[in-house]
Nanobody
């Protein structure tokens, strides 16, 4: 059972960078992992995912700007976000991929706000 806790969010100006981190108790070895986001009034969407073998996949809206990585030994998943845009503003979550359905399986998320 992966129990994620996200950190690293904040307020950043357009064009800036942030690095999000996810500490997952229960371990991540053997699991696909993903970063997701939910903006106000919108459904949660996948931003990036990484397979157990480190293959990555990104939403079209973040390709070339975001990079997902994992450290199985530390049970952490990171998301490096560069060239941030106002439309990247959302609460960001990490979790397994495919994502779980139960609300109790999600962490608190971390707020990212991109604004001048």
């Amino acid at each position: 059972q992966v129990q994620p806790v996200e950190s690293g969010g904040g307020l950043v100006q357009p064009g800036g960078s942030l690095r999000l981190s996810c500490a997952a108790s229960g371990g991540i070895f053997g699991w696909g992992m993903g970063w997701y986001r939910q903006a106000p009034g919108r459904h949660r969407e996948m931003v990036a995912r990484i397979s157990p073998g480190d293959r990555t996949n990104y939403a079209d809206s973040v390709k070339g700007r975001f990079t997902i990585s994992r450290d199985n030994a530390k049970s952490t998943v990171s998301l490096q976000m560069n060239s941030l845009k106002p439309e990247d503003t959302a609460v960001y979550y990490c979790n397994k991929f495919p994502p779980p359905q139960a609300a109790s399986d999600w962490g608190p998320g971390t707020q990212v706000t991109v604004s001048s």
